[in-house]
T-cell receptor, first 109, second 113 residues
Framework: GIQVEQSPPDLILQEGANSTLRCNFSDSVNNLQWFHQNPWGQLINLFYIPSGTKQNGRLSATTVATERYSLLYISSSQTTDSGVYFCAVTMDSNYQLIWGAGTKLIIKP | DVKVTQSSRYLVKRTGEKVFLECVQDMDHENMFWYRQDPGLGLRLIYFSYDVKMKEKGDIPEGYSVSREKKERFSLILESASTNQTSMYLC????????????FGPGTRLTVT
């Protein structure tokens, strides 16, 4: 089945720093989503981005479907950005989201 | 804005009890999902429903059942709760079809003692 790999697994940064999170997937996908899971467990939709580039405030994402990767950029990090960032994809063949293992981000004040 | 709500944030039940977890979405979405999330195992799909009264097994359906009598509501049922069902349970919904994004509820942290 399709493999979804995220890197790095852990990231510790000072407030104000920029970061890039990566998601590689092993097959063609028709849906790719980035989520932020906050310390209370809620999964928050960041981007629906099967291809192209999107921006939302300090966050932006780029998916290069032909090369099977997606990048999430966080600029000017704040402590509230801490949590786990997940990438998840679906394929043509079914509805199921296939999840990466996540990147745990800690932003220190 | 899509809103997915779950009946409880925290729940404590005893072994052998029947447990109902309720999920409601307000965007007329056709598809609804139940996941559980455990440390080191990520999110795993338990069941999903692509329409009213329709259900499909996910990766780990054993010990669970579901009910979808109305479009907006998807219930997860633990017929006889066991300690290995202690977990975070997350509900999601989306528009019908293979594409489109899933929206998640706040989660229910279930502890079975």
């Amino acid at each position: 089945g399709i493999q979804v790999e995220q890197s790095p697994p852990d990231l510790i940064l000072q407030e104000g720093a920029n970061s890039t999170l990566r998601c590689n997937f092993s097959d063609s996908v028709n849906n790719l989503q980035w989520f932020h899971q906050n310390p209370w467990g809620q999964l928050i939709n960041l981007f629906y981005i099967p291809s192209g580039t999107k921006q939302n405030g300090r966050l932006s994402a780029t998916t290069v479907a032909t090369e099977r990767y997606s990048l999430l950029y966080i600029s000017s990090s704040q402590t509230t950005d801490s949590g786990v960032y997940f990438c998840a994809v679906t394929m043509d063949s079914n509805y199921q989201l296939i999840w990466g293992a996540g990147t745990k981000l800690i932003i220190k004040p | 804005d899509v809103k997915v709500t779950q009946s409880s944030r925290y729940l404590v039940k005893r072994t052998g009890e029947k447990v109902f977890l309720e999920c409601v979405q307000d965007m007329d979405h056709e598809n609804m999902f139940w996941y559980r999330q455990d440390p080191g195992l990520g999110l795993r799909l338990i069941y999903f429903s692509y329409d009213v009264k329709m259900k499909e097994k996910g990766d780990i359906p054993e010990g669970y059942s579901v009910s979808r009598e109305k479009k907006e509501r998807f219930s997860l049922i633990l017929e006889s709760a066991s300690t290995n069902q202690t977990s975070m349970y997350l509900c999601a919904s989306k528009i019908g079809g293979r594409s489109y994004e899933q929206y998640f509820g706040p989660g229910t942290r279930l502890t079975v003692t």
